[in-house]
């Protein structure tokens, strides 16, 4: 009878051990061939490094695959992680790939959570239901209202204008943030859409000054914004150009007119809370650029995601959903459709070299 109860309990230690120490799977999908291959190294490599640092909580591992940045690299890496008994996923930089995954990884539960898509997918914005998808960036829709709440204080009483360069996205931008101006009681007295690629917009500034307009903001790219400054110059007109994230983009001309105001979320690698990130990125060789941190911080969130799910009751995407995770961007919590609720953008000015930030 001893024997058999001593076989019994060893039978249940066996298995509650095998319980306990069962390890998690962390899916890091990234593009690591073609043109895009530098960029998906930062990501697996940001991932990788932050579950490295994880001192708490089970043991995790993380299953790497290539989406090549294409609708069929995106199914076949989302039938991997499926195979592989993954039960979250980190990455994704192209749209395409994570249209294509979305449907696959949906249907076993495995939630997303993407440091590199910003914008909807057509698979999203066409589903009855919410994917589970997690975006630890800013979206486009909140860049546009953010940035327009940061204009209104600074425009409540200055004449401005806004134009766009024609693309999808500087019209989009543009529109976003005209609307949320005229939200706020405030209308431009000037609207128009360039000509993008000039050597110089002597033209269009010369109608922003009849207009009355001392302030423009731009949606376009940083070499238009950097001819709008020139002319402005080239004119002795007092203009202040204001554009956003694309003036973080390398330009092909001359260099931005020192003024030049950009609203954007810092560079994560400049944030306090990323400083542990940081220093454990450099420790392992590699440069905390790109998109090294911002995975870091979504394998942050999905570590401590698996962690709560040992103590909370609901699936991952439930509790997605519910917490609030402490990672290298600062706190990230997500709204409804899988959002970052944060206020990440500030007004910064180019000092020559680099956009340092406008306390004023």
Request: net charge negative; with cysteine.
């Amino acid at each position: 009878m001893n024997s058999m109860i001593r076989t019994a309990t060893l039978g249940l230690c066996l298995l509650s051990c095998s319980v306990a120490y069962a390890e998690d799977k962390i899916g890091v999908i990234a593009p690591l061939s073609g043109s895009f291959a530098r960029l998906g190294a930062q990501l697996v490599d940001g991932a990788t490094i932050a579950v490295a640092a994880n001192k708490n909580g089970q043991p995790i591992s993380i299953i790497t695959a290539d989406d090549k940045c294409d609708a069929a690299g995106g199914t076949a890496a989302a039938k991997q992680m499926v195979q592989a008994n993954v039960m979250i996923v980190v990455g994704f930089l192209c749209a395409e790939s994570l249209e294509a995954a979305l449907p696959i990884l949906s249907q076993k539960g495995i939630p997303v959570i993407t440091p590199g898509v910003r914008s909807q997918t057509l698979t999203e914005l066409r589903a009855d239901q919410t994917y589970p998808v997690f975006r630890v960036a800013p979206s486009d829709h909140n860049e546009a209202n953010e940035t327009g709440d940061i204009l209104t204080g600074l425009w409540h009483s200055t004449p401005f204008a806004i134009i766009d360069d024609g693309t999808i996205f500087g019209r989009e931008l543009a529109t976003g943030v005209r609307t949320r101006l005229e939200e706020k009681g405030l209308k431009p007295v000037f609207t128009d859409t360039y000509r993008p690629g000039l050597d110089n917009q002597n033209a269009l500034v010369g109608r922003l000054k009849r207009a009355g307009a001392t302030q423009v903001f731009v949606g376009g790219e940083r070499d238009d914004v950097a001819a709008i400054g020139r002319s402005a110059l080239a004119l002795s007109y007092p203009l202040v150009v204001v554009s956003g994230e694309a003036l973080n983009a390398p330009g092909n001309g001359s260099d931005l007119p020192v003024g030049t105001l950009m609203i954007a979320p810092r560079e994560p690698q400049t944030l306090e809370s990323a400083h542990n990130a940081k220093n454990s990125i450099e420790l392992a060789g590699k440069v905390p650029e790109g998109y090294t941190v911002p995975a870091f911080a979504a394998a942050e969130a999905a570590i401590q995601v698996l962690t709560a799910a040992q103590s909370q009751a609901g699936s991952l995407t439930e509790l997605l959903h519910k917490n609030v995770f402490e990672t290298a961007l600062g706190s990230v919590q997500f709204d409804a459709r899988g959002e970052r609720i944060a206020d990440t953008y500030r007004l910064q000015k180019y000092d020559g070299s680099q956009f340092v930030l406008e306390t004023n």
